[in-house]
């Protein structure tokens, strides 16, 4: 019973004491648990998740991020076999939840679905996708504002429940990207939605020439709610990336999010960190599920791990120099990405 984290350390924790291991090390990736439970001829103990916080939804999901905290280094175990069989959220507990909890789990559930229907371009799962999207990130539009400024205000914690919940299904359909990769490095600066959230405008500027319709859907939704001037209808790629980049700045401002990295101390130190966590590969499943991709194959299909860490090198370090700056014109997109 608790917030996503206290759910994803007991998931952790289960695969711990199931497979007598003290090293988690050997779990971290897609699948790897289910594996050894196959191998061993076991099963994990049955985990009832009572979630408290309106965020990350850990209660339905296959994921477990755990953080490392001599490395300052977050680090993920994606595995069907760690998905709860029975999940709890009545939304009345989070009446009253402080701004801090409130605000940056409001802004984590934008980005499962944020991320989720970006990737999902080209997918068969892109209409469920955008389904998802629009359900949970106008809800999570709408009710975090209130719920910010009336902390008891019930209609809005139940509407951004039911919003960071659909942001909990999205990531059991599809898969996050660059803002959750970002966000493991960040441990020392920022808590994971608030990295999310800081990040997300400048990847959406990045993928722009690849999700014009993720984009003009998103932008509808900030439009409504006063966040975006323009016709989104009326503009493409990247001059539209933009626009609606801007739009969620606007809307990290009116619930009081920093908007750079520099505003909260990022430094050099931390490029290079988020830098060496891209090139690691038991986190690449967040460059595979990008709507455009850093990863190069040769011939026989096999990754080019050379080529893909200069890749990384190159567009990955020109969008952290756009996040610490807040200046989107250090952003390079790949040419016909």
């Known amino acids: 019973m608790g917030g996503g984290s206290t759910i994803d350390a007991v998931k952790a924790a289960s695969v711990l004491a199931t497979l007598d291991s003290d090293d988690l090390e050997t779990y971290f990736g897609q699948g790897l648990v289910t594996e050894k439970l196959i191998s061993e001829g076991t099963e994990l103990p049955i985990i009832i998740a009572v979630q408290t916080a309106s965020s990350s939804g850990a209660h339905p999901t296959k994921y477990a991020n ?30 009253g939840a402080p701004y801090s909890i409130t605000a940056d789990g409001g802004l984590d559930g934008i980005s499962h679905c944020l991320e989720v229907v970006y990737g999902a371009a080209g997918k068969p799962f892109f209409h469920k996708a955008m389904d998802i999207a629009e359900v949970g990130i106008s809800l999570i539009v709408e009710n975090l504002p209130r719920a910010v400024d009336n902390p ?34 960040l441990v020392n600066l920022l808590t994971h939605g608030r990295a999310c959230a800081l990040v997300n405008p400048y990847a959406t500027v990045f993928f722009s020439p690849a999700i014009e319709p993720q984009l003009k859907m998103v932008g509808k939704i900030l439009g409504q709610a006063g966040y975006i001037d323009e016709d989104v209808e009326k503009f493409s790629g990247r001059d539209l990336g933009i ?59 096999e990754i080019d791990k050379s080529q893909t860490e200069a890749n990384i090198d190159e567009y990955i370090g020109a969008l952290i120099d756009g996040v610490r700056s807040g200046d989107f014109d250090k952003i390079k997109n790949i040419p016909n990405g």
């Open 66 to 95: 755990v953080t490392d905290p001599l490395t300052a280094q977050k680090k993920l175990i994606i595995d069907e076999a760690i998905v709860p069989p029975w999940a709890v959220f009545d939304y009345s507990v989070t009446l």
């Open 243 to 301: 626009i609606v980049a801007r739009g969620m700045i606007k809307f990290s401002k009116r619930i009081k999010f920093p908007t750079t990295l520099d505003e909260v101390g990022g430094t050099a130190e931390d490029k290079k960190r988020i830098l060496k966590a891209s090139k690691n590969p038991q986190l690449w499943s967040k460059l595979e599920q990008a709507p455009v991709s850093l990863i190069t194959r040769d011939s026989k299909g």
């Open 152 to 185: 008891e205000a019930e209609d809005a914690r139940v509407g951004l429940g039911l919003g960071t919940d659909l942001g909990g299904y999205a990531i059991m359909v599809g898969g996050t990207n660059y803002a959750h990769l970002f966000s493991f490095s």
